[in-house]
């Protein structure tokens, strides 16, 4: 099956500086990706989607100037959370979906800890 | 907002069928029903979905009511593997447009 990576797969940052988390796809092209947030004991939110040559499409109350999204290829998007403190730490997760099945493909996910 | 409802917690004994229900009575006609489910700090993993008729594959079955507003998925024999979160998904948008809005899931434990 399709393979997404996720890298760093843990990061911890001082509160203040800016993280950037990649997403790849690695044996297929996405022109579309989505990043979710996940808190402790609780349900994936979609936060935005990426979208290949354009701007991303932000979900309601997800600040754009603060997850910065860039994808730039057909196999690489980038999360970067800009002056991140401790209420950003949380587990981000990527996904891309697949055309075989039409389901979405996860990366394992970065646990970004700001302290 | 979720448009799927979950029990939070099920427990399943070891080589037993596990039957997860979800409800999702706001559901759209060319809304797709999705399960997916997450060990332990990974990522979702795909099982199954389907839109009104019943679906089955080498992992689950997927039973889908006749008015859509609810379905159960069906693990047929559960193993101590199969403990993780189970999330109840519905896809909303059309081809190439769509993304997945996640429910609060089912934790199942599988008893040995």
């Known amino acids: 099956g399709a393979v997404v990576s996720q890298h760093p797969s843990w990061v911890i940052c001082k509160s203040g500086t800016s993280v950037k988390i990649e997403c790849r796809s690695l044996d297929f092209q996405a022109t579309t990706m989505f990043w979710y947030r996940q808190f402790p004991k609780q349900s994936l939110m979609l936060m935005a989607t990426?979208?290949?040559?354009?701007?991303?499409?932000?979900e309601q109350g997800v600040e754009k100037d603060k997850f910065l999204i860039n994808h730039a290829s057909l196999t690489l998007s980038t999360l970067t959370v800009t002056s991140a403190h401790p209420e950003d730490s949380s587990f981000y997760i990527c996904s891309a979906p697949g055309w075989a099945r039409d389901e979405q493909f996860f990366g394992p996910g970065t646990r970004l800890t700001v302290l | 907002d979720a448009k799927t409802t979950q029990p939070p917690s099920m427990d399943c004994a070891e080589g037993r069928a596990a039957n997860l229900p979800c409800n999702h009575s706001t559901i759209s006609g060319n809304e797709y029903v999705y399960w997916y489910r997450q060990i332990h700090s990974q990522g979702p993993q795909y099982i199954i979905h389907g839109l009104k008729n019943n679906e089955t594959n080498e992992m689950a079955s997927l039973i889908i009511t006749e008015d859509r507003k609810s379905s159960t998925l069906i693990l047929p024999h559960a193993t101590l593997r199969d403990t993780a979160v189970y999330y109840c998904?519905?896809?909303?948008?059309?081809?190439?447009?769509?993304?997945?809005?996640f429910g609060t899931g089912t934790r199942l434990k599988v008893l040995a």
């Open positions: 990426s979208n290949e040559g354009s701007k991303a499409t932000y």
């Open positions: 998904i519905v896809r909303v948008g059309g081809s190439g447009t769509y993304k997945y809005i």
